[in-house]
């Protein structure tokens, strides 16, 4: 019996995964310069092949702020490119950047542990569940995984915390 195909797909959950707050009582950043990357982040992945003889690369995030007035979908979508750039070391246009904007209060398909996002980048993509891995921090991020029938590691494990 043969175990899974290699990870084709990385997915990752954004706050306390692979950037922390600066600001003392926000749970996320709501603009640029209010984060930094966590230990470890720059250096697995900067250090794995992205595109073309490589893997994929996605985010997949909870961002209730929007949907607050604390930041705007656009300076979302910006702050994860930022973060993607800074954690790989190069600009990544091929990334697949999702987040729900929905209120805590709303009930949707994308807001984890829903696994909506999770399979919206596996269809960008074309990858299949066998060959994603989705990397966060919270139960809900290994709930989401599960419903999507994908892989899934602790953040701190996975970037060896």
Same mark, same amino acid.
């Given at each position: 019996m043969t ?5 084709? +797909?990385y997915?990752?959950?954004?706050d ?6 600066t600001v003392?009582?926000?749970p ?5 310069g209010?984060? /930094? ?8 992945l900067?250090?794995? /092949? ?6 994929y ?6 961002q209730d702020?929007?949907?607050?007035? #604390? ?8 702050m994860f490119e930022?973060l993607l750039e800074?954690?790989?070391?190069a600009r990544?246009?091929d990334a697949?950047?999702?987040f729900?904007? #929905?209120?805590? /209060? ?11 996002? +999770?399979?919206d980048?596996?269809r960008h993509f074309?990858?299949?569940e ?5 990397v966060?921090? *919270?139960?809900?991020?290994? /709930?989401?995984?599960?419903?999507a029938g994908v892989?899934?590691?602790? *953040?701190?494990?996975f970037?060896?915390?």
């Amino acid at each position: 019996m043969t175990g899974p195909g290699p990870i084709r +797909l990385y997915i990752f959950d954004a706050d306390d995964t692979l950037r922390r707050t600066t600001v003392p009582g926000k749970p996320c950043p709501h603009r640029p310069g209010e984060w /930094e990357l966590l230990p470890g982040v720059r250096e697995r992945l900067s250090s794995m /092949e992205w595109g073309s003889g490589g893997g994929y690369l996605g985010i997949a995030s909870n961002q209730d702020h929007v949907a607050y007035g #604390h930041m705007t979908a656009e300076t979302c979508r910006g702050m994860f490119e930022d973060l993607l750039e800074v954690a790989t070391g190069a600009r990544r246009p091929d990334a697949c950047i999702r987040f729900c904007p #929905h209120a805590l /209060e709303v009930d949707c398909a994308c807001r984890k542990p829903q696994p909506g996002m +999770l399979h919206d980048i596996m269809r960008h993509f074309g990858v299949s569940e066998a060959e994603t891995l989705f990397v966060g921090n *919270a139960p809900s991020d290994q /709930e989401a995984a599960r419903r999507a029938g994908v892989g899934f590691a602790w *953040a701190w494990d996975f970037f060896g915390w």
